[in-house]
């Protein structure tokens, strides 16, 4: 998403203006070309020469630089920018924004674009809070501005509220989000369910499995960042929420059930990457079982098949993890569940699978034509996955 990108970064004066260091080089590292701008109070925060040396490139601050290979520096900026990301973003550049001030070169440069705008607040509490910023923040999100974070914690002064700048990877999801809003997935709703369900036995104790969650919030980043609008559904894992996407969490199989059939209804495709309990405990008992007896039977039901009663007119993908028998165990999975493809992967390699980061999936399709894929980070797993439904949904 972010290769070879111009993405206009502007650093306004607060204390978080350090953090915008990292983001210009996570961009860079990533292959955008990152073209810093600087407004007077966030140089008394971070030199222009931090923000040079991460990016290879000039940093611009001032309106009439000389030294400029352009002749007018933020018209160039505006016209060359694929994305301007404003972060840290401090009230007074929102209110100057809302109100259309263009007094130096980072206001001149989003004024004069056509790119979208991000922009990442950072501010004392109250500032943020005061009806002004809202109304200021409720203006510019009316005119397209689109708006992530900030986050709510320990602020500068010690105190605890909102006001902090935005965590870093979801400043970097929403810039992924919005370069992706044109692609092959835009106007498209997919629900996507991840982690291993977790079925109780009683308040404090439940039968669960190794499932990361990682594969499943791979494809809904994917998902998101070719346009798509996604629901995840997800049962415990200790990922964080991909930032643009709906994310719905469950605990049990029967939660998952319900969330995926709700999200399901408006959608054009299901992925299931969720590791499903296929039983539970009967009933779960009330209180915490003592261990008084020697031996102790727990009674288990199946649970529904979330994959069978989605609607058969979405576009369904399921997911078979195997330890033996990969190819043969997953079509039987693929035409049992009358399924459009199936994702299978055997678990027994230590390199994909159950916690990995990479994983080597074979991919069935209905005609019954396999591709076995090479060892792959999950994100691009994903998007192989999501190559194929694309063709599906336009086929
Ligand atoms: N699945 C589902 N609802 C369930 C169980 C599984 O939708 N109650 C989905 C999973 O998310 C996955 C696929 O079905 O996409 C896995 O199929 P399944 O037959 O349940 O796989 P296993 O549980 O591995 O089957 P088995 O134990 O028989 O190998």
Redesign the pocket.
């Known amino acids: 998403m972010v290769r070879d990108k111009t993405i206009v970064l502007g650093v306004t004066g607060s204390i978080a203006a350090y953090k915008a260091v990292e983001l210009a080089s996570k961009l860079t590292q990533e292959g955008a070309r990152v073209d810093v701008v600087m407004t007077k109070a966030a140089q008394q925060f971070v030199t222009p020469l931090t923000f040079r040396t991460i990016t290879g490139r000039p940093v611009a601050s001032e309106m009439f630089d000389l030294a400029s290979e352009f002749s007018i520096e933020h018209v160039a900026l505006a016209e060359r920018a694929d994305l301007v990301v404003i972060a840290p973003a401090t009230a007074n550049v929102i209110a100057k924004l809302a109100a259309g001030i263009a007094d130096d070169v980072l206001t001149c440069t989003v004024l004069d674009t056509k790119a979208p705008v991000i922009v990442a607040p950072a501010m004392h509490a109250n500032m943020y809070q005061n009806r002004i910023t809202q109304e200021n923040i409720a203006r510019l999100k009316e005119r397209g501005f689109v708006f992530v974070g900030p986050g709510y914690g320990r602020l500068a002064t010690g105190e605890v509220g909102p006001g902090r700048l935005a965590e870093l990877d979801d400043i970097l999801g929403t810039i992924r989000q919005v370069l992706g809003r044109e692609g092959d997935l835009a106007g498209r709703r997919i629900v996507v ?1 991840a982690g291993g369900t977790q079925e109780l036995i009683d308040p404090v104790r439940h039968i669960g499995n190794r499932s990361s969650g990682k594969m499943g919030y791979a494809i809904a980043e994917a998902a998101r960042d070719r346009g798509a609008s996604v629901v995840l559904v997800s049962a415990p894992t200790a990922l964080a929420p991909p930032a643009g996407v709906e994310v719905v969490q469950v605990q049990t ?1 029967l939660q998952m059930r319900d969330a995926v059939l709700k999200a399901s209804a408006k959608a054009d495709a299901l992925l ?1 990457a ?1 590791a ?1 309990s ?1 039983y539970r405990p009967k009933a779960a008992a009330r209180k915490k079982i003592k261990k008084e007896v020697e031996t102790l039977s727990l009674e288990l039901v199946r ?5 069978a009663e989605a609607r058969g007119d979405l576009i369904r993908v ?4 195997e330890s033996e028998d990969v190819v043969e ?1 997953a079509r039987k ?1 693929l035409e049992g ?1 009358n399924l459009d493809l199936i994702v299978a992967n055997d678990i027994t390699a230590s390199d994909s699978g159950f916690g990995a980061d990479t994983n080597r999936v074979i991919i069935i399709d209905r005609q019954g034509k396999v591709e076995s894929l090479p060892l792959l980070p999950k994100l691009e797993v994903a998007h192989r996955i999501l190559d194929k439904v694309v063709a599906l949904l336009s086929g």
Not at 318 to 321: L, Q, V
């Open positions: 369910s199989a299931m969720a499903v296929d649970n529904p098949d979330i994959l399921g997911f078979a993890a165990n999975k569940k």
